[in-house]
């Protein structure tokens, strides 16, 4: 049971860490495409989010190989559920580009 729950932690990390990450690439082109220096804004972000979300994987997983699969499927479910939210947004305010990649 303790196993249990110490996973169920780790999922919802993950997708702590996932939303983190993903959400704040979102709001990054976001405001770095209106940007006067966009590289800026995508570099920075790059080190932030990635210097919140290494750190938070070592710390779930504590050297157990488990925990790590756990936080990383958070992490994608995450991915998953932004990229959904920003599309749906997007497709309201009339953002996507029919038949694009967006």
Do not use: H, N
């Amino acid at each position: 049971m303790r196993e249990t729950l110490v996973l169920l932690f780790a999922l919802v990390a993950g997708i702590f860490l996932g939303t983190i990450f993903f959400g704040g690439l979102w709001w990054t082109v976001r405001r770095g495409v209106v940007s006067t220096q966009p590289a800026l804004w995508f570099v920075g972000s790059m080190f932030l989010r990635t210097a919140i979300v290494v750190p938070g994987f070592y710390y779930v997983m504590q050297g157990d190989w488990r925990r790590l699969v756990a936080c990383l499927a958070g992490f994608l479910l995450a991915r998953i559920s932004v990229v959904r939210l920003t599309r749906s947004e997007m497709s309201k305010s009339g953002q996507l580009i029919p038949g694009g990649s967006a």
